[in-house]
């Protein structure tokens, strides 16, 4: 039976990797949606890239073994696919379809170009925002690694964390408030001046 167990040396040097490629979307994917009507040849390549890697990660929940609340192994297959999928499986999946795509083929392509939406368009791919949920739940690996590198007490470990979210948030409520002006009247704006407004505004409003 194939399983990855917590201290599997491979299964701790790739979520460190995904840790850093979480943080890399974490920061790149509202900036994109923010300010890019489309993605480049680059960034589609790199966006792909991605996706295959967070496709690799799900299937290797499948058969990594976790820590269940009483602090007990579990290496049950079947129990680890059935926790899975009654967690985090569905957001995961959602987080890497191909929304992009899949609009400009076919009917979806036929559909945007007679009715002319590309605000709608843009609504659409806001669905690579759920993947950024993936940093609650890896909340505890990113923190640990984050200790592993500062060697730290575990107060800062913690301090340092809660800053690394805060300076998240703060970037990412910044974004949004860009994408939502695209959607008014006027939407043709200074969009940097818009996103240094809306991070000053984000930050005086957090206690």
Known sequence: MWIFFPDDPLKIKW??????VLIFTAVTTPLLLAFSEKDDLTWTSINNTVDALFGIDIIICFFSAYEDENEE???????IAFTYIKSWFFIDLLSILPVSDI???????????????????RLIRMVKLIRIMKIVK?????????????????????LSFFCFIFMMLVHIISCFW?????FEDGH???????????????????P
């Open 103 to 121: 609009l400009q083929t076919g009917d979806f392509s036929n559909l945007a170009r007679i009715a002319r939406l590309p605000k709608l368009y």
């Open 178 to 182: 860009v994408i939502i002006s695209t």
């Open 15 to 20: 979520e460190m990797m995904m840790s850093v």
């Open 188 to 206: 043709d704006k200074d969009r940097k001046s818009t996103r240094l407004n809306s991070s000053h505004s984000s930050v005086s409003r957090m």
């Open 73 to 79: 192994l579990v290496y049950s297959r079947k129990t």
């Open 138 to 158: 890896e909340r505890n690996t990113i923190s640990k690694y984050l200790n592993e590198v500062l060697k730290v007490s575990v107060a800062l470990e913690r």
